[in-house]
């Protein structure tokens, strides 16, 4: 069973940047398309994630209004692992993000209880 792990969060003045990593394990991760979520303060539920980047198995790329230009996500199918790079922090990047895995042949932002995998998640603090 595919399992994930994210690191990578912290806090950050805005204006600045960090580079979140989610690294598999159990499976590859080859066939799956991949994604971050990210979760508000005091939203607890599964439907409450907002989806934030996605990158399909056969490397769709597609990224939420919010942060388009700013947040870039990529796959390293040798390392087994799933990235995301994000500048230009504000405070509405203030959240929980995790990243999920499915599959399939593609995520659908909508629909994450689609997907099969997700990380505990790696909790993003932008102050400032």
């Not at 230009?69 to 990235?83: H, W």
């Amino acid at each position: 069973q595919l399992q994930l792990v994210e690191s990578g969060g912290g806090s950050v003045r805005a204006g600045g940047s960090l580079t979140l990593s989610c690294q598999a394990s159990g499976e590859a991760i080859g066939r799956y398309s991949l994604a971050w979520y990210r979760q508000l303060p005091g939203r607890s539920r599964l439907e409450d994630r907002e989806g934030v980047a996605r990158i399909d198995r056969d490397n769709y790329i597609l990224y939420a209004d919010s942060v388009e230009g700013r947040f870039t996500i990529a796959r390293d199918d040798i390392k087994n692992a799933l990235y995301l790079h994000m500048n230009n922090l504000n405070s509405d990047d203030t959240a929980m993000y995790n990243c999920a895995a499915r599959d399939a042949s593609a995520i659908v932002f909508s629909k994450p209880e689609w997907n099969d995998s997700w990380g505990r998640g790696t909790q993003v603090q932008v102050t400032g």
